[in-house]
């Protein structure tokens, strides 16, 4: 199984700042016949479903704010969040589907 | 827009067979493009992907390996829904269960179902 590792596990930013996670996979999730990285972002807030933000590694969902970009390739990436707000407070967790499907365990943001 | 509304026992007792099911509107679990799949949520084991199917021609299923012994999902395609089966059930199964569209990412998700194995 492909392994997803997110830092930090915890994060506090202040409102309007920047926030962002990492996530390292194990391998690559790069498929080089079409040079897509097989990496999704997800949002989960308590009670709720996971929501989806970003696939495609950096393409963002209909409807998500434009402050929430992805980047990254490879084994490598990041999501941002450009100014915080107070509704971004939230369990973020980033998803690969190169190889079967496996998630990161979750970075808890809050505002410091 | 698609929406999956999840229904089945919040409590199952152990060496049981835990039952849920999905019901699906907005799209159609024949799609040719789409997959439906179970997922679940623990706080031991994080997010955790058990199995999909889908229908391409023909039906199809694939499971993680964790689980593969132990699990069926079914479609019943005049309800437009398909369902989970998980054998033997342990305490170590006790989780939130979601179901999910999708055959790459997840998009949407049920409400989720909290269901513990306890006798």
């Known amino acids: ?10 994060l ?10 990492n996530c390292k996979s194990s391998q690559s999730v790069l498929y080089s016949s079409n040079n897509k990285n097989y990496l999704a972002w997800y ?13 495609w590694a950096s393409t963002r969902e209909s409807g998500v704010p434009d402050r929430f970009s ?7 990436f990041s999501l941002t969040i450009s100014s915080l707000q107070a509704d ?8 690969q589907y190169y190889s079967g499907y496996t998630f990161g365990q979750g970075t ?3 505002i410091k | 827009q698609v929406q999956l509304q999840q229904s089945g026992p919040g409590l199952v007792k152990p060496s049981q067979t835990l039952s849920l099911t999905c019901a699906i509107s907005g799209d159609s679990v024949s799609s040719n493009s789409a997959a439906w799949n179970w997922i679940r949520q623990s706080p031991s084991r994080g997010l955790e992907w058990l199995g999909k199917t889908y229908y391409r021609s023909k039906w199809y299923s694939d499971f993680a390996l964790s689980v593969k012994s132990r699990i069926t999902i079914n479609v019943d395609t005049s309800k437009n829904q398909f369902s989970l089966q998980l054998d033997s059930v342990t305490p170590e199964d006790t989780a939130v269960y979601y179901c999910a569209r999708g055959a790459d990412w997840f998009d949407p998700w049920g409400q989720g179902t909290l269901v513990t194995v306890s006798s």
């Open chain 1, 88 to 95: 971004d407070v939230a369990v973020y967790y980033c998803h």
């Open chain 1, 108 to 110: 808890k943001l809050e």
């Open chain 1, 12 to 21: 506090a930013v202040s409102l309007g700042e920047r926030a962002t996670i």
């Open chain 1, 43 to 55: 949002q989960q807030k308590p009670g709720q479903p996971p929501k989806l933000l970003i696939y």
């Open chain 1, 1 to 10: 199984d492909i392994v997803m590792t997110q830092s930090p596990d915890s």
């Open chain 1, 70 to 76: 992805g980047s990254g390739s490879g084994t490598d």
